[in-house]
């Protein structure tokens, strides 16, 4: 077997097919022609004497020998990619850098440094997505990301943790409740309300719900997605839904101080209201793999967004307590 015709444009085709399982789709992702995708995908399994799909089937079936052949394939993959990361690592940070970004921070976090990115490293080619933070731990360790901008600590084996900031959280309360008359809030009194949240799989859910001391509690389910006072009767991925919602007189929330600085001034004093000492914030940390072959491009991410950050939130406050994500 001669595989020295095997080429990476072969196999990066190989593995298009394999994700689309349609070569149609697969060369419409590669930006390339059919007839030419399956062209060089007939000649890899020519060179390795191996049949990688079934093409009487729709849609195409990976061969049994098909799927350990890409299985390694992704390796080398994989493996040319780091050979070229650490290349691309040498001088000031350019190329693609991957970072997967929690929804709770992409709104307001994301628009404090990406301008000063782009700024001051124009060879760098920020990828950001929006991903949940198991999401971001899964595709840290398979490689898929470069970093992530997630609520720390997250304790993870195998994964490097930066912290960058702390954000403080604040009670967001209906116009005319009678805690507005209060300097602090507690968190007995907001398990006496009905506390609106962010669904199950985002880290502030569990932060606000672990403060509260409230996990568990509330009445039984109805047809409607509501529970009984005191209890979780909605669940939105939007602070900006929460908000609306608590304006409309019903219950309260809890929210991180970068979105509290986005509302209006006269809407700030009027429905929010901090929270009892000693002062709740997260944590914002920036993760990585151990093996972090961008070290330098993550070294600049690093002093970037902390600097915007501290720019923004101010010093931690001395008596902060972080609330752990999980």
């Known amino acids: 077997m001669d595989l020295a015709q095997v080429t990476l444009t072969q196999m990066r085709y190989a593995v298009a097919v394999d994700d689309a399982r349609n070569f149609r789709q697969a060369a419409a992702r590669s ?20 049949k990688l799909f ?6 195409i079936l990976v061969t049994p020998t098909g799927a350990l052949a890409l299985e390694q394939i992704r390796v080398i993959l994989r493996a040319t990619e780091q050979l070229g990361q650490i290349a691309s690592d040498e001088g000031a940070p350019r190329g693609r850098y991957r970072l997967g970004v ?35 731990i899964a595709r840290l360790q398979g490689d898929t990301l470069d970093a992530g901008l997630v609520a720390t600590p997250l304790a993870v084996p195998g994964l490097t943790e930066t912290p960058l900031a702390h954000e403080r959280m604040f009670a967001y309360l209906a116009p005319g409740d009678p805690l507005l008359r209060r300097k602090r809030v507690t968190q ?14 985002h880290c502030f859910r569990s932060q606000v719900l672990l403060y ?46 970068l ?33 972090d072959l961008r070290r330098r491009a993550t070294e600049a991410l690093v002093a970037l967004v902390a600097k915007a950050l501290r720019r923004a939130l101010g010093a931690r406050p001395a008596t902060a307590e972080v609330v752990p994500p999980r």
């Open 31 to 50: 930006h390339v022609s059919q007839s030419g995708l399956s062209m060089q995908v007939q000649k890899l399994e020519d060179l390795l004497g191996v």
């Open 54 to 59: 079934d093409r009487s089937r729709k849609p």
């Open 102 to 136: 929690i929804p709770t921070l992409s709104s307001t976090v994301l628009p404090l440094f990406v301008r000063d990115v782009v700024a001051q490293y124009p060879d760098l080619e920020l990828v950001v997505e929006e991903l949940k933070t198991e999401e971001i």
């Open 188 to 201: 007995t009194h907001l398990r006496d309300r009905e506390l609106w949240v962010m669904p199950e799989g």
């Open 212 to 257: 509260c001391e409230s996990e568990g509690r509330g009445g039984a389910t109805t047809g409607a997605g509501r529970r009984a006072p005191g209890g979780i009767h909605f669940e939105s991925g939007s602070f900006q839904t929460l908000i609306r919602l608590v304006d409309e007189g019903l219950g309260a929330t809890v929210l991180p101080a």
């Open 259 to 291: 979105v509290v600085d986005g509302l209006a001034p006269a809407r700030r004093d009027a429905q929010v209201r901090p929270l009892t000492r000693p002062t709740p914030v997260r944590e914002i940390g920036l993760v990585t793999a151990r093996t």
